[in-house]
């Protein structure tokens, strides 16, 4: 099965920007659906944004405008750059895949992003 790892969350100032990235490993990449997940204490997990392996991308009503999604199938790797940021963006961040018409069926372990006033 994929097996799926965040990094670059961290702390940032309302306004700014943030880059997370999610490199997969131990199946065909280009198999999946990538998703971006995100979970503040608390509340459930939801949906933030996902791409295909082609490049088509959705996006959240919360998030668009402000967050991208995009993926690099040479490196494995599926990136969300976020700037605008907003307090309510904080949330523990994961990455996810699944096939086409599938379930999402592998989750990162999840990146902390913390966004203050």
């Known amino acids: 099965q994929v097996q799926l790892v965040e990094s670059g969350g961290g702390l940032v100032q309302a306004g700014g920007s943030l880059s997370l990235s999610c490199a997969a490993s131990g199946g065909t990449f280009t198999n999946y659906r990538m998703g971006w997940f995100r979970q503040a204490p608390g509340k459930e997990r939801e949906f933030v944004a996902s791409?295909?392996?082609?490049?088509?991308?959705i996006y959240a009503d919360s998030v668009r405008g402000r967050f991208t999604i995009s993926r690099d199938n040479a490196k494995n790797t599926v990136y969300l750059q976020m700037s605008s940021l907003k307090p309510e963006d904080t949330a523990v961040y994961y990455c996810a895949c699944r096939r086409t018409n599938q379930q999402y069926e592998a989750w990162g372990q999840g990146t902390q992003v913390t966004v203050s006033s």
């Open positions: 791409i295909t392996a082609s490049g088509n991308t």
